[in-house]
């Protein structure tokens, strides 16, 4: 994928706009108009259970949440406030603890309100996933200043 959209400026609206995604670390790897790379590094604090050490499955919603929201900027190359309609996630197979898990989302319809995404949580191989999941988010979902405004790095 190359850099279209500033994953720089996607990762201050992570970092300062909305906190619980800064604090469990996610992280942007790689985006363009075909979709988002996000990766969330493994901790222990973050297990469902702490005696396998396996990530409960809150934190891989977050993580596919939050690459499915932002996959819509990089196809509209512009920020708005968006709001989840719907997720659904299939957990295909417990995260491996220890390792890092990548979310790949992508954007393939607009509407003038709803953006459909697709997404996926793997450690290593896509082709081998955690989680799959399928997403409807609102456009223009509030009067409030999209998050690039609010992080403090606003365009227009």
């Not at 790689?30 to 790379?37: E, F, H, Q, S």
């Not at 919603?61 to 990089?74: E, F, P, Q, V």
């Not at 409030?144 to 609010?150: E, F, I, S, Y």
Request: a negative charge.
């Amino acid at each position: 994928m190359s850099n279209a959209f500033d994953i720089n400026q996607i990762q201050n609206i992570i970092d300062t706009g909305i906190p619980h995604c800064s604090e469990i670390g996610i992280k942007v790897h790689d985006m363009d108009a075909g979709g988002v790379i996000f990766s969330l590094p493994y901790d222990a604090r973050f297990a469902g259970n702490p005696m396998n050490g396996i990530l409960h499955g809150g934190i891989i919603t977050t993580l596919i949440d939050t690459a499915a929201g932002m996959c819509i900027y990089t196809r509209l190359q512009k920020y708005l406030p968006i709001a989840t309609l719907d997720l659904r996630i299939d957990y295909l197979k417990p995260a491996t603890p220890g390792e890092e898990v990548f979310a790949h989302a992508s954007c393939y319809k607009i509407t003038k309100q709803i953006a459909f995404t697709r997404a996926i949580a793997y450690h290593t191989d896509p082709e081998d996933p955690i989680a799959n999941s399928v997403g409807t988010f609102m456009l223009k979902s509030s009067e409030t200043k999209p998050l690039d405004r609010v992080s403090g790095k606003g365009g227009r």
